[in-house]
């Protein structure tokens, strides 16, 4: 069982910029995708952007050219830039192993604008 810790979410104006973390309890999610995924109010989860075990990425056109996805041995990272309030979500760090999807307990992000 491999526990995910999102942190970094907070209250931020339009324009603005927040850095999520997401710590993972074992020490082999490199060879693994992880990636981020939101959920707006009164919708559903939806994609934001992976990476593969090799740094591939994939990312929604919605946040193309404004978030970056990174990882560092077991922490995966989100770095959001020039937000917009219909960034405003619960952001959930997720882990695919194939066999299994891990995700976080999720860290709200709100843009005011």
């Known amino acids: 069982q491999v526990q995910l810790v999102e942190s970094g979410g907070g209250l931020v104006q339009a324009g603005g910029s927040l850095r999520l973390s997401c710590g993972a309890s074992?020490?082999?999610?490199?060879?693994?995708?992880m990636g981020w995924y939101r959920q707006p109010p009164g919708k559903q989860r939806e994609l934001v952007t992976t990476?593969?075990?090799?740094?591939k990425t994939n990312v929604a056109d919605s946040v193309k050219g404004r978030f970056t996805i990174s990882r560092i041995k077991n922490t995966l990272y989100l770095q959001m830039n020039s937000l917009k309030p219909e960034d405003t979500a619960v952001y959930f760090c997720?882990?695919?192993?194939?066999?299994?999807?891990?995700w976080g307990q999720g860290t709200q992000v709100t843009v005011s604008s």
């Open positions: 997720n882990l695919d192993t194939g066999a299994n999807n891990y």
């Open positions: 074992a020490t082999t999610v490199g060879i693994y995708t």
């Open positions: 990476i593969t075990s090799i740094g």
